[in-house]
């Protein structure tokens, strides 16, 4: 039987500290989130991120499972095989939001910006796992705050490139969090 993989999905190692980010905490124009959406799900319920309704329709059991220790996060369990999982949790002690992610560049072992729904994003992470199944998805939803789409696929089509995964998981996530607003 295989062995499960369990991760944390909060930061990448390649974060930097927030109190040293690049050009003191201007955000990059390229960076820049012109219409914020609210934070308050992302920092005290993470698994309001979705709805029971958006979770099935992407193939993920509800209810999503919390980790309430600093900074929360949720993982909800695929609904096609319980080896696979996708995260969503937020760092908010970055006060620069993405641009706090760019500024750990130089340490990922890929750096693959994308926009996700119009909101600045980036695929990186300090240890390159995505032929393994497991990616990290940054997603600028305010200036100040980055949200986390993590993938743990231990099985299926999707193991060998979890990217598209992570991506249609954060725009259901932008799309829920844009009818809050």
Known sequence: MQRRRQRRLDAPSNVANPTSSAAGGAVDPALKVSTPLPTDAVLNDPCALLSAGQAGKIGLKTPGKLDDRTPKACTWESSGNAENSVGIGALPQNK????????????????????????????TDKSDDRSSGSCQLWIGITDQLAVSVGTVINVGANKPDPRPVAQKVGQTMIDHLKSAA
């Open 96 to 123: 620069n939001g993405l641009s706090d992610i760019y500024s750990g560049k130089s340490s990922a072992a890929y750096f693959t910006p994308v926009t996700i729904e119009g909101y600045p994003a980036v695929f």
